[in-house]
């Protein structure tokens, strides 16, 4: 921890990942912080426990591959910051091929632990209804994707603009001793080693062209969720459909997503099976495993009939089903300025995915930069914003107008939002360059003193 300055508290709405990330950063610069998180005072349709930086969705914060994805990047990225989440997922890491996979109980235990240990965090379990006012110092909004409506409507009556909403959904999650293991069998695709060594990380469900038939016809006319009114027009998150949505497209849309079977051999046959099902390992004993790109708006009902007809599923028994939410997130080209500030009330500044940053670790590095910019606002100093080659500068550029405020849409970091290469460059080596530069340009953005080096409780 950096020595303590006299300065005033920053508030901080929101105890998920990119709240928690923000208040860590704030508190380890010096910088005293108030923590606010409404549960378990009021619950959300999503959250199963009051503790800070719970998953609600998948355990999963993607591919770890640092050279070859850009969410591995930002994971790099982020390590060498001095994250508290990527400190807490490298700690509750699963088996899970080449992703980064979390025990989501005991990686939620480590940030609350972390948080609560910390002399400069007091975490305060009340609801926030309204915008912080200016008179009470800086403040970072990180609500996430379930704030509470009263937030929600103060949020966009003050920005002038309509908060957007889209829905989410949920996969359900097994339990291991239920699926049958002569059926079903361990592997990672392409045998593809992961972040723990293994390279059998996946249980994997086989079907042929008859059972894939079969299955599809029974997702289609399973019975769904019904709408409310109000909900009708509200439209979904391209990056987590429920998975009958994909199936309407369709009858081989699945096939070539969340079911593809290229990399995967049946060892019972020898061959590639006509379209697969997995499921990754939810928690640390083991024990749950989640149904991978199977989130669904099927009533429960429903799901536990059809999920069953996945070969290897027949006994299915379900610690947890899926479900649907509603998510919010706001116009952040629009309403934000290029340091994450809201422009008609620029003491507040917004992280996480309300600002349409979609995805864990996205949502966790947006916290991260709010927390560093407001910190050097707190203790008179000038933070300049990462630089746009890294992972962490696109994708802050990206929200707050780097994308076109008339279609925006939550984004996950990608590639695409980087600045290009020379030409030079070769197709195949792009991504590989991409990530040296970028990592290159964060080392230097830290070694000329805008950036805290990496902490060494954090790393190792």
């Known amino acids: 921890m950096r020595p303590v300055t006299v300065v005033a508290p920053v508030t901080v709405v929101g105890g998920g990942l990119a709240g928690s990330e923000a208040a860590f950063q704030l508190a380890e610069a010096g910088v005293p912080v108030r923590l606010f ?208 949505v994909m199936a309407e497209r369709g009858p081989e849309t699945l096939r070539f997503g969340p079911m593809k079977p290229v990399g995967l051999t049946d060892p019972r046959t020898g061959r590639r099976p006509h379209a697969v099902v997995q499921l990754r390992q939810d928690n640390a004993l083991g024990t749950l495993y989640n149904m991978v790109g199977f989130q669904t708006k099927l009533r429960h009902g429903e799901q536990a009939r059809v999920f069953r007809m996945i070969p290897g599923l027949e006994q299915a028994e379900f610690a947890r089903l899926g479900g649907l939410h509603r998510n919010t997130f706001i116009n952040s080209p629009k309403l934000l300025d290029g340091e994450l500030r809201l422009k008609v009330a620029p003491h507040i500044r917004m992280a996480g995915q309300i600002t349409g940053c979609e995805g864990y670790v996205e949502s966790a590095a947006v916290g991260l930069v709010a927390g560093r910019l407001a910190a050097a606002e707190a203790t008179g100093r000038h933070l300049a914003l990462p630089p746009a080659e890294t992972a962490h500068g696109a994708l802050v550029r990206h929200i707050t107008g780097g994308a076109d405020a008339s279609t925006f849409q939550p984004m996950n970091i990608n590639f695409g939002l980087f600045p290009p290469l020379p030409a030079k460059v070769k197709k195949n080596e792009r991504k590989r360059a991409m990530a040296t530069r970028a990592l290159a340009a964060l080392d230097e953005w830290g070694r000329t003193g805008a950036a805290a080096p990496a902490l060494e409780a954090n790393v190792g």
């Open 37 to 244: 998180e409404m549960r378990p005072v009021r619950g959300t349709e999503a959250h199963q426990t009051d503790r800070l930086a719970e998953l609600v969705c998948s355990n999963s914060f993607r591919s770890d591959d640092m050279y070859g994805n850009a969410v591995g990047l930002l994971h790099e990225e982020m390590r060498r910051l001095g994250s508290l989440v990527m400190w807490a997922g490298d700690r509750a890491k699963l088996p899970a091929g080449g992703a980064l996979a979390v025990d989501r109980d005991v990686f939620a235990g480590l940030v609350q632990e972390r948080l609560l240990a910390h002399p400069l965090v007091e975490i305060v379990r009340e609801e926030v209804t309204g915008l912080p006012e200016a008179a009470n110092g800086q403040a970072i909004i990180a609500t996430g994707p379930l704030t509470a409506p009263a937030l929600a409507e103060a949020i966009a009556e003050a920005g002038g603009e309509d908060a957007l909403a889209f829905f989410d959904a949920i996969a359900p999650i097994v339990h291991k001793d239920s699926i049958d293991l002569e059926t079903a069998w361990f592997q990672s695709r392409y045998d593809k080693e992961g972040p723990g060594g293994g390279t059998a990380d996946y249980i994997n469900c086989p079907m042929d062209e008859t059972e894939y038939q079969a299955f599809i016809a029974a997702l289609l006319a399973a019975e769904k969720t019904s709408f409310k009114e109000w909900e009708a027009s509200t439209p979904y998150f391209e990056g987590c459909l429920p998975i009958e």
